[in-house]
């Protein structure tokens, strides 16, 4: 029977399948790409693409796609076979270090947010030799960036390789000041957890909002949801385990770190979280993660959502994005040591984090908005839309001490007593864990909690390395020229904790209490919604800092302006239509029908009994009644909301518009259906309720 190390990462071109198929020469060559950098030879691209090819044929492969993440946030793939033709009449198996390098995409019907027209569909992709080649069914999947014929970049991977370089580059001129000489790189590296549902195929497919939205657009609240709090953590049920067991072992073959496995708070929610790794492959190995979740789920007769929050009352989910920087020696520049106070070092490198969330926490906003995520923010499981920093009672008050002057008396390590004498005894962590801040320092990374499920999670990692760069570089350019560097060091460090201590808040994120503290008196921003938030990307400070780095163009930031503004708009015109799809086809025939019949047996109990009052009849009947006109009403009104959508080329001013008359018009709606569904008898209620789903996988 085979162990675990025995097949991970068999599914891979990693370094052990490099090292054993490539010739020393051609290995050291590519690894300098790898790690340093270089640009790659072409003699040594061929040589890695036959032996990549015939690693890849060996284990049944007959395909290979150059694959990509365009900004649909999802992945794409246009699979080509090895097979030439051969003089005889047979086929050859070929692939070139040409093929590996470019691919040639047609690019026209990818989102691009006008950077290039309808008709100039040439693409191109380009291997990230950063990122191994992995094998997925019978298909080679090489990793790669996705630009257009003018250069501009039409995906996510892009601009996640800049941020990375431009925070590395800047990381390292701190470094230097700090007489570290042998560091080649700074890595950022994360850790996602990523949270989902799982319910069976069968409910799945009896709900239209489910099917063409991911989430629920009716529903009333069970008898039982969450309030025990007996799911989180709890026995993991049969089913459950089963495909979970089966997905680790998918996962574990790409050579993707899945950890952790746990029940999570809400009826049918789950969480998986890996090991962390660099932000690239992180961000590659989440999306396969993602995907495969949803296949394995299909083998086992369930269906993984993946929505932020598909059913109201309950927890929906995130995705908590476990950020740290790192030396490639491996040295954590956020590991505070034990003695924080007096390490220099550290305190610059989380002063630079602090400093960067408070200048562009309007960035760190945008990168989780979704018209899905907005659902989810600022709900009691989910972070408010208010970005904070949480640092803990030591950090806090190191910090103190700094901006004050004044000696620092250390916190004493609190041995933690469990009154029973056999459990072995231990030091309490000196920083807690805070579930309801946005971005929560914990011990040697931060954890940015505000994405959203189905994100991918480039795009908050974008900002936050781009923001922490920009910080990097104010500090670099100043401590560089100073004539004291101790002295400038030490008011440098004193004037940002002065300046930004507004964005730190350990108390409970929750309270509202707290967000009219953060908004009125600390003057933090509070965008509720897509719509309110995206528009802000284009604002000058924004597209300085970004274009500056080199991270974006001025034209690629637009452009994902109204990518995200435009899909914010389709996704909710979507799901109005689907509501009153719903309401006309299903729930108000079968309320009518209900109330229908109830009057016939009402009218009959009358005739077999003269004088009866049927009371619960009458009453039911008449709120029935009265909830049928209601529906109908809120239906008609959605509908001409609707009809005020499309009407102008202004994506900022429809996504206003949907936002301040679909969406509540939505809400309208829900509310008499929900109401309804409670009052009629579940054989004539069209769709699986909440109760039967949610507790619907054994």
Known sequence: MSTVSDYFGSQVFD???MRATLSADVYASLR?????GKELDITVANAVAEAMKDWAVAKGATHFTHWFQPLTGITAEKHDSFIAPAPDGSVIMEFSGKELIKGEPDASSFPSGGLRATFEARGYTAWDPTSYAFIKGKTLCIPTAFCSYGGHALDKKTPLLRSMEVLSRQALRILRLFGNDSAKRVVSSVGPEQEYFLITKEMYDQRPDLRFTGRTLFGAKPPKGQELDDHYFGVIKPGVAAFMEDLNDELWKLGILAKTEHNE???AQHELAPIYTTTNIATDHN???MEI??????RHGLVCLLHEKPFAGVNGSGKHNNWSIATDSGVNLLSPGDT???NAQFLLFLCAVIKAVDDYQDLLRISVATAGNDHRLGANEAPPAVISIFLGDELDAVLRAIETDTPYEGAE??????????LPKFNRDTTDRNRTSPFAFTGNKFEFRMLGSSNSIACANIMLNSAVAESLRIYADRLEQAEDFETALHEMIKETIREHRRIIFNGNGYDEAWIREATQERGLLNYRTTADCMPHLMDPKNVRMLTSLGVFTEDELRSRRDIMLENYCKSVVIEANTMINMVHKRIAPAITRFTADLAAQMAAKKAAFPGLACSYESELIARLSALTDKIVEKSNDLEKALLGCGMTEDIVYESALIRDTVLPGMTELRIPCDEAELLTAKSYWPFPT????LFSVR
Do not use: N, S
């Open 287 to 289: 999306q396969l993660t």
């Open 413 to 422: 390590r609190m041995q933690m007593k469990l009154g029973v004498d056999v």
């Open 293 to 298: 979740m949803q296949k394995v789920a299909a």
């Open 32 to 36: 300098k790409t790898i790690d340093e």
């Open 15 to 17: 370094d052990r399948v």
């Open 265 to 267: 708070v809400a009826p």
């Open 690 to 693: 909440y109760g039967d789903i």
């Open 340 to 342: 924080p106070y007096e």
